[in-house]
């Protein structure tokens, strides 16, 4: 089991898009069905066709971003996507091989992947040493296999309905609050008295 970190996800719309439908993207939808492809040097020749003044050097590095999507992630490796409308990072893992289907202008080469958690890019930084802001769209990251089982564990049943228990208290608690005060308002015409509810209600709603 490996992790890669890819940092291609498109637009806001196509972040949302990857998430929902469970796949992730290289990008290039542009280019046509690369199922038949066997190596980087083919990858790059569509590439030069598409874009015939691009740089070498360029043209090698994302030929090879491509070539590692289809070919080099593997069934069972987790994936890192660094999200841009929040502050996390969306771990999955990879249950797919590529595949060639429009989900939108920017993404038709996707992998299928079972979507895990959600970590802080600053912490997923800290423990990965890496610099989510490098320019590489695709890279393996070193990391022993130790934590590599740390990001697939999942949380037993009795935690989980801890949790949603823990969960349901707070919400009864807000909504018990909620309604005291919302008697306290109806029984009232005052307005400096309506202030000091409504702000009451505004603190309760922040502080939860």
Do not use: C
């Amino acid at each position: 089991m490996k992790l890669w970190l890819l940092k291609a996800a498109g637009t806001l719309e196509d972040e949302e898009l990857i998430l929902e439908n469970s796949v992730i993207t290289i990008g290039w939808a542009e280019f046509p069905d690369l199922s038949g492809i066997e190596n980087e040097a083919q990858v790059k020749k569509i590439m030069l066709k598409k874009y015939p003044g691009m740089q070498e050097a360029r043209s090698s590095a994302w030929a090879g971003d491509i070539h590692a999507f289809i070919k080099k992630i593997g069934k069972g490796d987790l994936v890192a996507v660094p999200l841009k409308t929040r502050n996390e990072v969306a771990i999955g893992k990879v249950t797919g091989d590529y595949e060639y289907r429009q989900l939108s202008d920017f993404m038709s080469h996707i992998r299928k992947v079972r979507w895990l958690k959600m970590l802080l890019k600053g912490d997923f930084e800290e423990e990965y040493d890496i610099d989510l802001n490098s320019p590489e769209a695709l890279s393996l990251v070193e990391a022993d296999p130790e934590k590599l089982s740390g990001l697939i564990e999942i949380k037993n049943l009795g935690t989980l309905v801890e949790e949603l228990n823990f969960a349901l208290e707070e919400l009864n608690s807000l909504k018990e609050e909620l309604l005291e005060l919302t008697s306290r308002l109806a029984g009232t015409e005052d307005i400096s008295e309506v202030r000091k509810i409504a702000a009451e209600m505004e603190k309760t709603l922040r502080g939860k």
